[in-house]
């Protein structure tokens, strides 16, 4: 084999091993970029599976909802004139139709009361109230700053052990897998969402989710504790 002979099987050993690991590299790439999304996939979207797997078929209409010892309904904002916002408007009317059923026997409204002037809870009584429900029968959590708080102070400090929780359905499943992991038998009522519900709720419980599972693994105290109060009990034991 003459020189140049040699010098174009090296040229052309040369191509082959280099396009050897430019696909080489362009496999490693795409293997690494799928691990990337499988992984961000999984912290993403795992917690929102784990929930619902975790709450199985456990979410009704209220017309169908079975019964338990209290309905709990989660704040939803009010509106300028301190009025409840249609959002929690619907979940008051659910909990109004739960009660009236005989399916829970009081109910704990859980809010927001955080700053003078804003308390969701005086507004959700006094809905509740105006519409016929005994004011004996309406328990009020001040400290319902979240979901996971609402549903820990509903069984450390008001002794809720079975309840519904009432809300929309882009957050009942997380609302009854909180309440579930603080110690309540719960299942959850989905009330409907006034007008186009807004994809944003949904989207919002993609880092709600995660948080939601870091809770549960964790268990921090709510923002407020406090003593025993003995409302529900006080409720239940009325006719």
Known sequence: MGESSRWLTAQRAGAVIARGWAWWGRRRLRVWFSGVVTVLALVLFGPVLTIRVATGGEVYAAADAPSASVGIVLGAGLQADGTPKPYLEARLADALTLYQSGRVRA?????????????????????????????????????????YDSCVRAHRIFGVTSALVITQAFHVRRAVFLCRDAGIDARGVASPAPGNEDTRYWVREVPAGIKAVLDAMVDPDPRFLGPRETGIDRALALP
């Open 107 to 147: 109910l704990l409204v859980s809010g927001d009361h955080g700053r003078v002037g804003y308390d969701e809870v005086a507004a959700m009584t006094g809905w509740l109230t105006a519409h016929g429900v005994p004011e004996a029968k309406v328990v009020a959590d001040h400290a319902g700053f979240d979901t």
